[in-house]
Structure formats: C-alpha cells, structure tokens
C-alpha cells in the first residue's frame, strides 16, 4: 500500500512540476526570418539545345557518357531483370 502511495505522490509531484516550470522560462517573440544567403543555392545551368541535353536516364547514347577529349571507357551497365525461366 505504501508503494502505490508513493508512486502516486512521485507522479503529482511529476505533474506539478511539469505544470509550474514553463511559467519560468523566457518570452519568445516571433520574427521574420532572414533570408538566405545565394551560396546555399545550387547553380542553376540553362538547358543545352544539343542532342545529349534532350536524352534521360537510362536512354543516354553512349557518345553522351563521354567527356570531351576523355579516353575513358564505358562499360555496359548490367541488366538485372526477375525472369527465372530455364
């Protein structure tokens, strides 16, 4: 009977706390935020007229993978697929 007595007391205690400790905190005011800065924007390119510009992915052809004056090689990306017939 004494435990729940006392949690009982523990959890009033609790609730008055909680109830009277926001009285003491400080007064907020709202205000307007300040605008960002520009450098937390990403650049934004204009859309190119040329023949890579108006393909999407996956669909690139493979002379838009390349760099200009890039040797490097493009390998064929491997295609994944859930058919399972022998």
């Not at 949690?7 to 605008?35: K, N, Y």
């Not at 992915?57 to 022998?86: I, M, Q, Y």
Request: hydrophobic share 50%; with cysteine.
């Amino acid at each position: 009977m004494i435990k729940a007595l006392s949690a009982v007391a523990v959890a009033a205690f609790i609730a008055a706390a909680l109830t009277v400790l926001p009285g003491f905190a400080p007064q907020v005011e709202a205000s307007v935020p300040r605008p960002l800065a520009k450098a937390d924007r990403l650049e934004i390119r204009p859309a190119g007229n040329d023949r890579c510009a108006q393909q999407n992915w996956p669909n690139f052809d493979a002379s838009c993978l390349r760099k200009a004056g890039g040797n490097a090689v493009v390998r064929e990306a491997r295609l994944v697929t859930a058919d399972r017939t022998p």
